[in-house]
C-alpha cells in the first residue's frame, strides 16, 4: 500500500526558510516521478518541482526558481523541498505526490497518489 507522509511545514517570517519532507512507503521511490505541489485558499493546485526517477532531472515553477530546492534521498526513501527566501505569495498546503512513470509532468492529474499535506504559512 504506498502512502505518503510529508512534515515540516510551519509558520515562518518572509525571507525565512523551510524544509518539508515526504515519507514514502510501500514502494521505491527511486523507480517513479515524485513532485511537491501547493494549494492556497481558492485557488488551484500547482505544481512546484518534480524529481524524476532513475537519474532522476528537476523541474521548478518559475515562481520558485533561485529559491527552493528538490532533493531526494534513496536510502530514506524520502523526498525533500527546500524553500529559501519565502515569501507571502509561497503561503499554501504543500503537498507530495508519486507519479506511476519514471519521467515527470508539472499536472496534478497526472499524479496517482498523494499525501496529506503539510501546512506553509508565510507572514510579512
Known amino acids: 500500500q504506498v502512502q505518503l507522509v510529508e512534515s515540516g511545514g510551519g509558520s515562518v517570517q518572509a525571507g525565512g526558510s523551510l524544509r518539508l519532507s515526504c515519507v514514502a512507503s510501500?514502494?521505491?521511490?527511486?523507480?517513479?516521478?515524485m513532485g511537491w505541489f501547493r494549494q492556497a485558499p481558492g485557488k488551484e493546485r500547482e505544481a512546484v518541482a518534480s524529481?524524476?526517477?532513475?537519474?532522476?532531472?528537476?523541474s521548478y515553477a518559475e515562481s520558485v526558481k533561485g529559491r527552493f530546492t528538490i532533493s531526494r534521498d534513496n536510502a530514506k526513501n524520502t523526498l525533500y523541498l527546500q524553500m529559501n527566501s519565502l515569501k507571502v505569495e509561497d503561503t499554501a498546503m504543500y503537498y507530495c505526490?508519486?507519479?506511476?512513470?519514471?519521467?515527470?509532468?508539472?499536472?496534478?492529474?497526472?499524479?496517482?497518489?498523494w499525501g496529506q499535506g503539510t501546512q506553509v504559512t508565510v507572514s510579512s
Open positions: 505526490a508519486r507519479r506511476g512513470l519514471w519521467w515527470c509532468s508539472m499536472r496534478p492529474a497526472d499524479y496517482d497518489y
Open positions: 510501500g514502494y521505491t521511490s527511486r523507480t517513479y516521478c
Open positions: 524529481f524524476g526517477g532513475g537519474s532522476g532531472g528537476t
